[in-house]
Nanobody
C-alpha cells in the first residue's frame, strides 16, 4: 500500500523556520522524483520545490528561492523541506508528491498545514 505521510507543519511567526518531512512507503522511493506543493485558500496548488531521483538536482519556485531547501534520504525513504525566513504568504497546506519517470504513477500525501502569523 502506497503512503506519503507529511509532518512538521504548524504555526510560526514571520521570520521563523519549520522543517517538513514526508515519509514514504509502498513504492521504490529512490526511483521517484519527489516534490513539495502548496495550496492556499482560494488559490491553485503550486509547485514549491522538486528533487530528482537520478542525480538529486533541485528546482524551486521563485517565491521561495534562497529561503527553502528540499532534500531527500533514500535510505529512510523521506523527503524534507527546510523553510527559513517564513512569510505570511507562505501560509498554505503543503503536500508531498512522488512521481515516477518511467510509469504513470503519481502519489500524493494528505498534506500538512503551515500558518505564518504573528
Amino acid at each position: 500500500q502506497v503512503q506519503l505521510v507529511e509532518s512538521g507543519g504548524g504555526l510560526v511567526q514571520p521570520g521563523g523556520s519549520l522543517r517538513l518531512s514526508c515519509s514514504a512507503s509502498g513504492f521504490t522511493f529512490s526511483y521517484y522524483d519527489m516534490s513539495w506543493y502548496r495550496q492556499a485558500p482560494g488559490k491553485e496548488r503550486e509547485l514549491v520545490a522538486r528533487i530528482t531521483s537520478y542525480d538529486g538536482s533541485t528546482n524551486y519556485a521563485d517565491s521561495v528561492k534562497g529561503r527553502f531547501t528540499i532534500s531527500r534520504d533514500n535510505a529512510k525513504m523521506t523527503v524534507y523541506l527546510q523553510m527559513n525566513s517564513l512569510k505570511p504568504e507562505d501560509t498554505a497546506k503543503y503536500y508531498c508528491n512522488g512521481r515516477s519517470r518511467v510509469t504513470p504513477n503519481d502519489y500524493w500525501g494528505q498534506g500538512t498545514q503551515v500558518t505564518v502569523s504573528s
